[in-house]
């Protein structure tokens, strides 16, 4: 029974002993588990299934807990390393003593168990309050009430032990082998034996520099929000490696140049800190650049989720021009007559004025729409000859939608009273540039563009984020001769016919929903069989939304987007003050020896602040200036992201990224203010330790 | 001209704790002239080390005066003491004391850089140091690629290239093997007889045999005190020798 006890005891007294080491790095496993349970447990529970892009940001999460385990693994894996310097001392003791590395891997299996076990329990306990705190925070961020679950999450727990258990063996497994690897006398002079400084990997850094320019170069150059889209996580994955790439060797670098600079490096505030800087990059590296890659998304995900959410009414109101909005497509252009348009317009006037209420502010124009490549005034419809048409063409961001109106509609619209020629035509171009005399579609009509400068068709199609043409026509049927019969791959026409009519009422909101629903009724009133769908007026189709309605779906959706941009920006900065501190702690540490000797050679006090000041603020703050450079060149292809939702305000996107750095920074600031606090508490109290 | 004037030199520890007071220097009285190399022999618990810190102002004494050049150290203010020591004192210590961070030449740098000096001027000043001290060599490297004896002589280096009145070393031989430490040993003599004052603690009979003056301490106070005058190395060795078992005897007998 007493040797049973042995090994737990011997176990339990070293953490015990080690307190000011093992305290820092219990909290920080915990702080780890936490997080990672919070992301999983977001996830799992708190993304409605109903949520338009459930998909995305649950695959966004998914994203975000790997990034969390991986800083795990490699941050438990940075502390460890700086536990068993320490260590190691201890062990070496034992053995000498006539203790067995079988025996000494014994102890570190307790120990490594009871910082699991002390870390995992917190850590989920933690976790789980945090996570029930901050959806009670999410009802407040929604309009309105959604259905919420607030219970624990089973799974999250699991795949939590599973994540954390395996990490925890690699850590151990690690300290086994350091044990294994090295004799008594090494292992009592662990810690003392000089450590090697690192030399100047230039191949390394120039390759993150190049990873680094390589994906800026993706973000700047990206033109078309699709592209951005799948771009995206690639630019993201370089970044990061890019990130720690440079850090880890380019900053070493970096130090090693300014110091062959005499001038600068041989002054007394530079001196001792650059030289410990240059020492410890190697290690710190990765730390800075953990924090770098943390602060980056922290700033992306709460300025781009701030923005969709107070950006939200511009977005609604974007896309869905009017209160009521109706288009109805048809087959052919017979559908487009000015009877049928007349028809419909009257009927739903008509519905409007049973529900007492009358359009207003009407938006209703006829068009022919067809999307194609443009390039230099010519348009190819046939997607398969596209690449042949395309040499060296950014083809997603040259694919435009074009809308044939007829003039009488356009000169309605804007207010003018134009007339043209059969084979011209005015064209008003949008998310794009134009320049050229003529238009010509391939296999259809050449049309000479008719100069106007005046007042820009609305056009009231929201969901248009591609580039897009209006071309006015007298004489629809002539202007899409030839094209009119052409079919896609699948043997489908490529024409849609389509008639909008979208307007305001003065009705309340509920009242509009209810008319938008009993125009909807009316409209497929003759569709007595469901899946052939039958509409009035020879149409094929109908969309009619109302605005209202549609709100409350965009609440919905961002209002959950940035309360996951909330909680993980929360949890990210944890992560990093956790990071930041760990390193001060750390090393004050290590620094009180050096700087107990530098006291004694004659450093004052105020050098000491000096040389701190000076190295924590270049520590610091490197991490931030990459994060803003970062940020900065993120900032264009994340705009393009946004046109996938409909946000084309950079006023706004600008507001949110400049709030949120600005506040960052306020809190990194003090978060250093603090650190650089207790780091000079520990290097200056060793003179009394040591005199 | 007496450099450095020790007198009436009391020190009391009082426990954080309450508990017994602990008497470390009772009544040290001593002076040392300008180029003089005294060496401070004395056991363990003799107090030599609490006296060695009260002259490197890194310790203040409870009673009793230390004048360096005339200048009481007791005045200094606590924020201009680091500074003065860079300015007037030179360390050598037991374990070195060498920074890892730094290159070799750095770590001499150090004390100078401190100072505000110019790399040329510390380049200049390194240069006949370098040489007399035989570190050449090694000047680009880190200290772990370097063995104890050169670190001992780059700790050196760097107590003498600020040029200060008064070197003090503490054991600067324990640390090391009998090769490097009569190496160090012969270089204290060689910059001695170049002009320096050094103050050397030490219980090491060889390594006091190289001094010209040794003071021996017991129970906080200087005991006795022996010259070379003109004898050898090897004469005065067996002299301090004699002493040491007389004081033990004696000690016993008290």
Redesign the interface.
């Given at each position: 029974m007493k040797a049973l006890l042995f090994y737990p005891k011997l176990a339990l007294d070293g953490v015990r002993k080690n307190k000011r080491m093992y305290l820092p790095y219990i909290l920080t496993c915990t702080g780890m588990v936490m997080m990672f349970y919070i992301i999983m447990y977001i996830g799992i529970c708190s993304v409605p299934d109903s949520m338009m892009g459930a998909e995305s940001v649950r695959s966004m999460l998914a994203l975000g807990s790997a990034v969390i385990a991986v800083f795990a693994c490699i941050f438990l894996f940075y502390t460890n390393s700086f536990l068993m310097r320490r260590r190691k001392k201890e062990f070496g003791l034992y053995n000498i003593l006539g203790m067995g590395k079988r025996s000494i891997a014994r102890i570190l299996c307790f120990e490594t168990l009871i910082v699991a076990l002390i870390s995992l329990s917190m850590g989920l306990i933690l976790g789980i309050s945090f996570s029930k705190l901050a959806e009670l925070g999410f009802v407040n961020i929604m309009n309105e009430d959604v259905s919420f679950d607030l219970s624990v999450s089973l799974p999250a727990i699991l795949r939590t032990l599973e994540v954390f258990g395996v990490i925890f063996l690699l850590l151990l497994l690690n300290s086994i082998r350091q044990v294994r690897f090295a004799s008594a006398m090494q292992l009592l002079h662990g810690e003392n034996?000089?450590?090697?400084?690192p030399r100047a990997n230039w191949l390394l850094g120039i390759l993150g520099a190049l990873i680094l320019g390589g994906a800026y170069y993706i973000a700047v150059t990206i033109k078309d929000p699709i592209t951005a889209l799948a771009w995206f996580f690639v630019a993201v994955l370089m970044v990061i490696a890019g990130t720690y790439l440079l850090m880890i060797s380019g900053s070493v670098l970096f130090c090693r140049l300014l110091q062959k600079k005499?001038?600068y490096y041989?002054?007394?505030s530079h001196?001792v800190s650059l030289?410990?800087m240059?020492?410890?990059m190697k290690r710190n590296g990765a730390g800075l650049a953990s924090i770098c890659i943390l602060a980056t998304m922290v700033l992306v995900m709460i300025s781009s989720t701030a923005c969709l959410y107070f950006g939200e009414e511009n977005a609604v109101n974007q896309r869905y021009p009017r209160d009521i909005n109706i288009t109805f497509r048809f087959g052919d252009l017979k559908g487009l007559s000015d009877q049928t348009s007349k028809a419909i317009k009257r009927d739903i006037d008509n519905m409007t004025a049973d529900a007492e209420a009358e359009p207003s502010n009407i938006l209703s124009y006829r068009s022919v729409a067809v999307s194609g490549l443009l390039i230099d005034g010519k348009v190819e419809l046939d997607a398969s000859k596209i690449s042949s048409v395309a040499h060296g063409v950014d083809v997603m961001a040259n694919v435009f939608q074009f809308l044939f109106v007829p003039l009488s509609d356009f000169n309605a619209n804007v207010g003018e009273d134009i007339s043209l020629e059969k084979d011209e035509a005015i064209i008003c171009v949008y998310r794009h540039e134009f320049e050229g005399d003529t238009l010509s579609f391939n296999g259809g009509r050449t049309f000479r563009i008719k100069k106007y400068e005046a007042k820009k068709f609305e056009h009231g199609e929201g969901y248009i984020i591609s580039p897009c043409m209006v071309i006015a026509v007298p004489d629809l049927e002539y202007a899409i001769y030839g094209i009119a019969d052409m079919r896609d791959s699948l043997g489908e026409g490529m024409l849609q016919y389509r008639l909008m009519y979208d307007f305001d009422t003065s009705l309340e909101a509920k009242e509009e929903i209810a008319l938008c629903r009993s125009i909807n009724e009316k409209i497929y009133s003759s569709s007595t069989h469901a899946g052939e769908m039958e509409i009035n007026y020879g149409a094929y189709y109908s969309s009619i939304s109302s605005r209202e309605e549609n709100r409350q779906d965009f609440y919905g959706m961002f209002g959950t987007l940035f309360y996951i941009g909330i909680i993980l920006s929360i949890v990210f900065t944890l992560a990093a003050v956790l990071i930041i501190y760990y390193k001060q702690l750390s090393e004050g540490y290590e620094d009180e020896a050096?700087f107990s000797?530098?006291?004694?050679?004659?450093?004052?006090?105020?050098?000491i602040k000096k040389s701190i000041n000076s190295q924590l603020l270049t520590v610091f703050f490197l991490p931030l200036l990459l994060a803003a450079s970062h940020l900065a060149f993120a900032f264009p292809i994340i705009r393009k992201l946004l046109l996938l939702f409909g946000f084309e305000s950079v006023t706004l996107f600008a507001a949110t990224t400049g709030i949120s750095l600005i506040v960052f920074a306020l809190f990194y600031a003090a978060v250093y203010k603090l650190t650089a606090g207790a780091y000079y508490k520990i290097v200056s109290d060793a003179k009394e330790q040591n005199? | 001209m007496a450099i450095l004037k020790v007198t009436g030199l009391k020190k009391t520890y009082v426990p954080r704790f309450g508990g017994n007071r602990t008497e470390a220097l009772k009544n040290v009285n001593f002076s040392v002239e300008k180029g003089e190399f005294v060496a401070i022999m004395g056991e363990s618990g003799s107090g030599k080390t609490t006296l060695l810190?009260i002259l490197?102002a890194?310790?203040r004494p409870t009673k009793g005066s230390v004048l360096l050049d005339g200048f009481d150290l007791s005045e200094i203010k606590e924020?201009?003491?680091?500074?003065y020591?860079?300015?007037n004192?030179g360390?050598v210590?037991q374990e070195f004391?060498?920074?890892?961070?730094?290159t070799i030449e750095?770590n001499i740098?150090?004390?100078l850089?401190?100072a505000?000096?110019?790399?040329d001027q510390?380049h200049k000043a390194l240069i006949p140091i370098a040489k007399e001290l035989g570190i050449e060599e090694i000047l680009k490297k880190?200290?772990?690629e370097v063995s104890g004896g050169q670190k001992q002589r780059a700790a050196v280096a760097?107590a003498i290239i600020t040029n200060p009145k008064l070197i003090l070393a503490d054991e600067p031989t324990g640390a090391l093997d009998s090769r490097s430490a009569d190496d160090i040993l012969r270089i204290f003599s060689s910059i001695n007889k170049l002009g320096h004052t050094i103050i050397m603690v030490t219980h090491s009979v060889k390594a006091a045999s190289f001094a010209g003056r040794v003071l021996f301490i017991k129970d906080g106070e200087v005991f006795h005190q022996l010259y070379r005058g003109e004898d050898t190395n090897e004469q005065f060795y067996q002299k301090i020798s004699d002493t040491l078992t007389l004081l033990l005897s004696g000690g016993e007998a008290r």
């Open positions: 034996t000089g450590e090697k400084p005499k001038g041989y002054k007394p001196f030289s410990s240059a020492f410890r050096r000797i530098m006291q004694k050679v004659g450093m004052t006090k105020k050098d005199a | 810190n490197a890194l310790d924020a201009e003491i680091a500074a020591r860079r300015k004192l360390f210590f004391n060498i920074l890892d961070t730094f750095d740098y150090l004390p850089v401190l505000g000096k110019s790399h510390m880190y200290p772990y760097r």
